[in-house]
Each structure stands twice: as C-alpha cells, then as structure tokens.
C-alpha cells in the first residue's frame, strides 16, 4: 500500500535518476551497477534503484528511505570534513528542531550507556566509524558514519557530584552541505536508535 512516505520517496528517487549527474558514485561515494548505488548507510547495507530504497534486502519505504533518497538527492564532491566538530544548534535554522533532536538523539541513549560502552568496538564497526578526535573530554566517545559523507560523533559522560550523566551528539563539519536541516536532525535520531538495536 503507498503512503506519504513512499510517495515522497518516489518522487525523490525520479528526480535523482531523471538527471543523474557525471560520477554520482564518486559524489556518493557507492559502488553503482548500473542503476543501482550500493553503499552503507545506517549501519547496514543500502542500495538505491529505481524502483525502491533497501537496507539489507528489505524494501525502505519510511523515514530512513526518505533520508537516504535525500542525500542521493544532495550528493555532491564536496569531501567529508570531520573537524571542527559541529553542535546541531550551529547549523543555520536549527532551532525548531532543537529540543527533538536533544531528546531524540541524545537523551534516548542514556538508558543504554553502560551497553553502548562495552558494545564502542561493534558499533564503529557497523558504521565504518573510529575512535573521536583525540581532543574531545568526556568519558567515552566515539565517531559513526550514518551515511558515507555525514558523521557524528557521541559522547558519553557519566555522572559526578554535580551533574547527571549526558550524552551529546555532534556532527561532522560539513554535514549541512549533504542534507537540509531538519533531514540532519532526523539522522541523528535513527543513528541513536541503531546504536540501540545494536547492544
């Protein structure tokens, strides 16, 4: 049955495929059999045809196909750049999304900090992620890549005499060249509800 969802995607994946620009692959980064981009998305295995979005076989026709059909959409050569490390709330029109992103991203996790801590090494792997910049505080840390030129990077600090535990999610430099705002937010929400299926 179609829905709003599918719709939405549909319309996106016309757009992408109607006018696909030279080395999209490159732009991506995905490998590409001809019209299918296969690259890791989410922490799991995506590919985008022309008749669907699918993660690991299975036909994505919610908000995480929404995500991924938008950064084909936005796919440009502009490299990843991880550092300086970027709150949510400096990204421009941010601040509607701010208190979603601040329970749906990072307070959503701290149920689970013991688990994710002992489960880093599985979680950066799932993501093609590595250990945070060697300058961020904090208990524990660590970078994810939710898409191939957007990272994030979580960090855990446990409670003390003073403060409760936290979690604060931060993101690559120039995530905003690949995905609008409110699409980034959502990243960040799915990204943190991955990690939790994970441990």
Known sequence: METNYSRIIEENLYK?????????ESSIPA??????FEFSAFGSNCMIQPNGIFIDD???DDAIGILISLYALYANMEPCRLEPLKAFKEFPDSMPYIGAFTTHTENILLPYTNKIKSS???IIDRFGGQEAPSDITGDFSFVIYPLPKVALCYIFYDADDDFP???TCLF???AFSFLPVAALADVGEYSSKAIINIV
């Not at 992408?16 to 999209?24: R, T, V």
């Not at 490998?31 to 299918?36: C, E, L, Q, S, W």
Request: net charge positive; charged share 35%.
């Open 120 to 122: 880093k090494k599985n």
């Open 16 to 24: 992408f495929f109607s006018n696909l620009p030279k080395d999209i």
């Open 31 to 36: 490998n590409r059999k001809g019209d299918v």
């Open 172 to 174: 690559s430099n120039n």
């Open 58 to 60: 299975k036909n994505k």
């Open 165 to 167: 535990p936290s979690v």
